[in-house]
């Protein structure tokens, strides 16, 4: 499967971005997805995770702020960000695995979100 994600730009504090990613292949509801994030000098952290059953998941850092979804008609998962801080600038990748993999196997490329105080 090829990623693309989009969305990122430039918000001020408090403000908010909804980013996508659109998965090729008729195969896009069989996939477990992921965002994950990196900002300058830190890992790259996980964010937030939807089952191929729609189960979600996410870091404690953006519980309550940000809402992963998937369109699998669309082949698109989506992530709703909300309240945002300044911290939680960085580039943003969707990533999917399918079972039985555990490993997130498929990238796409970063989409950077910045927030600016």
């Known amino acids: 499967v090829q990623l693309q994600a989009s969305g990122g730009g430039l918000v001020q504090a408090g403000g908010s971005l909804r980013l996508s990613c659109a998965a090729s292949g008729r195969t896009f509801s069989r996939y477990d997805m992921g965002w994950f994030r990196q900002a300058p000098g830190k890992e790259r952290e996980l964010v937030a995770t939807i089952n191929r059953s729609g189960g979600t998941d996410y870091a404690d850092s953006v519980k309550g702020r940000f809402t992963v979804s998937r369109d699998n008609a669309k082949n698109t998962v989506y992530l709703e960000m909300n309240s945002l801080k300044v911290e939680d600038t960085a580039d943003y990748y969707c990533?999917?695995?399918?079972?039985?993999?555990?490993?997130?196997?498929?990238w796409g490329q970063g989409t950077l979100v910045t927030v600016s105080s």
């Open positions: 990533a999917a695995k399918i079972w039985p993999t555990t490993v997130y196997t498929y």
